[in-house]
């Protein structure tokens, strides 16, 4: 084998020693997926989730038990209040004076303002939970919009960068697969 193929092999390997497996296995699943949102191959991905935390659990069916950032054990409702089913796109904001922590912004659809409206004023200072792909990745408290038609919504969280960039690069694509066009609804028969 000739050396250049053997020193991208050498970095690949080491990106996974330094970079964690997490990294490594999501850049190899990111090549075999397909990026066509309306394909049956497509698989989301950055998938956002905002749930209820539940303080006292008793209805083990409707609420389910994670583990949080801190590796401490929390429970949430397992039904999310808002996803990335009403998220046209997303912005990762790093915190000034700290890179190492972003928010992040989200741009929602019509039905999206509702549901935010109804989760800022129904849990107005209560801390959510946030998850990514079924991994909790911060708490927040939702800022309300006031009852304008603001598009944007931010979300306070203070995650790491790769995650917030992930987010915002898969905003529109789990968009367009959670919404299709309606002339699509009947392209298969």
């Known amino acids: 084998m000739k050396t250049k193929t053997w020193l991208c092999l050498l970095a690949v390997c080491g990106a996974g020693l330094f970079c964690g497996c997490e990294v490594l296995e999501e850049a190899i699943h990111e090549s075999y997926a397909s990026e066509d949102p309306t394909s049956d191959d497509f698989e989301p991905r950055f998938v956002v989730g905002a749930f209820e935390i539940v303080r006292y659990p008793r209805a083990l069916t409707l609420e389910k038990e994670i583990t949080a950032v801190d590796g401490q054990s929390m429970w949430i409702n397992a039904n ?21 922590v972003c928010d992040l912004e989200f741009r929602i659809d019509r039905m999206g303002k509702t549901q935010w409206q109804m989760l800022s004023d129904g849990h107005r200072g209560e801390a959510l939970a946030l998850m990514v792909d079924s991994r909790h990745v911060g708490n927040f408290v939702p ?47």
């Open 143 to 189: 800022e309300s919009t006031g009852y304008g038609n603001a598009e944007w919504v931010r979300v306070r969280v203070g995650m790491d960068p790769y995650t917030a960039r992930g987010v915002a690069k898969f905003a529109k694509k789990n968009y367009a697969h959670f919404n299709p066009d309606a002339s699509d609804w009947f392209s298969n028969l």
């Open 80 to 100: 999310p209040l808002f996803s990335s089913r009403r998220i046209r796109s997303a912005r990762a904001v790093p915190r000034p004076g700290n890179p190492d």
